[in-house]
Each structure stands twice: as C-alpha cells, then as structure tokens.
C-alpha cells in the first residue's frame, strides 16, 4: 500500500487562544504570542503509535509511505524506512497553496490513501487539488471540523489506516466537505457551506459525521437544562462555560453576556473573563476551584477537540474529569451512538472512555458510553 501524507503544520494554533480559526498570517501570529502551540505533531504521533501497534499485532508492517520534505511530512515520520520524498520545493513558511501542490504531487504519484493533517481549511485545499477518484481520510488537528472526512480522533485514524494496510475488507463513500466564514465565527455567527465531496473510508465507528446545525426546537426542554444548571451553581466556585446555543440559555438565564462559539468565565453571577482563550483557562483552574458545563456538538457526539480546544489537557487535567457538567437535550443525544472525546492526549481521551453522566432536563439526566476512538 502507498500511504501519501501531508500536513498542515499550523492547524488548530487558533482554538486554544480563542480566535476560533487559524486561517492567515495574523491569526497564526496572535496564537503564537498567546503562547499557544501547534498540536499537529502531538496528533500524528498519536495516530502514527496506533497504527504501529496495531500493525504489530497483525505482523504486518508493509507499506510505503510518501511525503514533501520538511514541516509538511517527513518531519513527523523520520522513523519509517520505506519512505519515498516528492521532489518538491516546500519553504519553511508554507499556505494553502502548497498543502495543494504536495496533494496534487501525491495523486499523481499514485498514492491508495491520501492522509491530510488539518481542519475544514485543509480539506477544502485538498478538495481543491484531487480528483473525485482519490481517498482520502483527514486526521482531525484543526479547529473547526464541521465536515465528514475527519476520523473521531487520531486513534481512530490509525485503526482505519491499520485495516487498510492488512488488506481488510474497507467499503468507500462519498462524505461532505463544509467550512465556515470565519470572520462571522468570531463574531458569534455560524455561515457553514458546502464546498464539495470527497471519497473516504467508510468505517462509521472510527469516522465522525457532518456537524449538525444545532438549531433546537425542544425550547422549554433547553431552559429546564439551564435553570438545572443555574439552581446548582456554588458561589465559591469560578465556572468555565463552553460554546454552543444550550450553554448560552445558562448565561442567558444569569442575564450574562455570552460568547456564543467561546469559553466564558463567571463566579458569584458575574462575568469575569469574556471569551477566555486556554492559558487564561489553565492560570484560573490551577489557582481557584473551577468548574466547566459543556454541551454535546449536534450530530458528531463529541464532548472535547471540536471548537472548543481552549479545554486543552492541562486544562482538563486541572479541572478534573468529575468538575464538568455536560448538558443535552434527549432528541440530540438520542441520534447518536455514543459521545466522542478528542483532547490530543490519548492518555486523557481514555480517562473518558465509559459512561458519563449527562444533564437532560430539571434533575433529570442519563448515562452515556463515551468512546476514545
């Protein structure tokens, strides 16, 4: 099997520092100076030991991998001895334009599977690039992932890409590509479009669905939620509250601002941080008593790593895996088969993995299986 990879090195830089996207120079820059760092490499090396390992229990370890030298691919696989290098020229600063040409270069070599590193950006580029013919899988590493191509996480890739190089049977379907405005996003305005198909490795307990809408009709169901969710707030505790409409009728019910598609923090019924980006979430939670209440993201099932990456795993670590409330409708969690978690810390995403206890209604809730892969 020839596996083609490449890698958008500066994925998902602007989730952790609240800038809900990392498209242009500028936002990559703010992130930096935020002290935010790319994941990407962190993500791989997940997906990349789960392939190894699953490959080595099956005895089968023979594949090509291809790649562009640099930041882009060879980087990240320097362990791999049967890798063949595109002969392109590939600066240390890299765009969209050459997530193209390495894409281009990598069908035109031939490549079974075409392996991208990025968000809903990426698989625009890659979109943009291939024919209708090429598979595809994307490793989830950006920020907003609201199209079909992504696995769950990186586990879940390298268990497709393990089935695919052992020759197991691996139906293929078409799945939608859809990215967003993000200069709408940031100001707290969702303009999602579909940009095209791709062909993907059709495997549904590894790969996530199209993001769902979110739009509720279950309103008195909501505010039955939030006023749970209200009744319980401690007044020594700082809360952390996630993106989504279902958390916002919490703030909306506190008569608070909210930051639609960002992380808020309150204490005593009042807003002391506005749209806080993760190092900002990571000082409190190491110095006070926090608490987080989050939501489900609508069709996809996951609970951490989809538009919410300012709960990184130190941040997750510090609040502590009984300190999040998860909120949902029935209706909502009812069409899915279970919740996903997406942290970029395997370690982390199995601390998750079982049941979870989520918030339905005014002392109602449920328990959920939740899924690291």
């Not at 562009?68 to 600063?93: Q, R, W, Y």
């Not at 765009?95 to 075409?114: F, M, N, P, S, Y």
Request: net charge negative; charged share 20%.
């Amino acid at each position: 099997m020839k596996l083609g990879i490449v890698v958008n090195p500066v994925a998902g830089l602007g989730g952790p520092a609240a800038l809900k996207g990392s498209d242009g120079a500028n936002t990559v820059q703010t992130a930096r100076d935020r002290g935010v760092q790319s994941q990407t490499g962190a993500r791989i090396e997940i997906m990349w030991s789960e392939l190894m390992r699953q490959l080595a229990a099956s005895g089968s370890t023979d594949f090509q991998l291809v790649c562009a030298e640099g930041d882009m691919g060879s980087a990240h696989f320097k362990s791999h001895a049967n890798t063949v290098l595109l002969e392109l020229d590939i600066p240390p600063t890299t765009t969209a334009l050459h997530t193209k040409r390495i894409a281009t270069a990598l069908e035109a070599h031939g490549v079974d599977l075409l392996l991208f590193a990025g968000g809903d950006g990426t698989a625009r580029d890659v979109h943009d690039s291939v024919s209708a013919t090429q598979v595809v899988l994307g490793l989830p590493c950006g920020v907003k992932m609201h199209s079909g191509v992504f696995a769950n996480n990186p586990k879940s890739a390298g268990r497709i890409l393990s089935a695919m190089i052992k020759g197991e049977l691996v139906s293929v379907a078409t799945a939608e590509v859809r990215d967003i405005d993000e200069e709408a996003f940031r100001d707290g305005v969702v303009k999602a479009r579909h940009y095209g198909e791709l062909l993907v490795p059709e495997e549904i307990r590894y790969m996530q669905q199209v993001k769902s809408g979110g739009v509720e009709v279950e309103e008195i169901v909501i505010e039955e939620i939030a006023a749970d969710v209200v009744d319980k707030l401690d007044g020594d505790v700082t809360y952390f509250i996630g993106s989504g409409s279902t958390t916002a009728r919490v703030m909306n019910q506190l008569g608070l601002d909210n930051t639609l598609l960002g992380v808020d923090v309150i204490r005593a019924g009042e807003l002391i941080i506005k749209d806080a980006h993760e190092q900002q979430l990571f000082e409190l939670s190491r110095t006070e008593t926090c608490h987080a209440v989050i939501t489900v993201i609508g069709g996809q099932g996951h609970i951490f790593g989809r538009g919410n990456q300012q709960f990184s795993p130190r941040v997750i670590r510090a609040i502590g895996r009984s300190n999040f409330t998860i909120i949902a409708t029935k209706t909502k969690l009812e069409n899915l088969v279970r919740l996903h978690v997406d942290t970029g810390d395997a370690e982390l995403d199995e601390v998750f993995d079982g049941f979870i206890r989520v918030t339905t209604g005014y002392d109602d809730a449920v328990l959920c299986p939740v899924s690291a892969c």
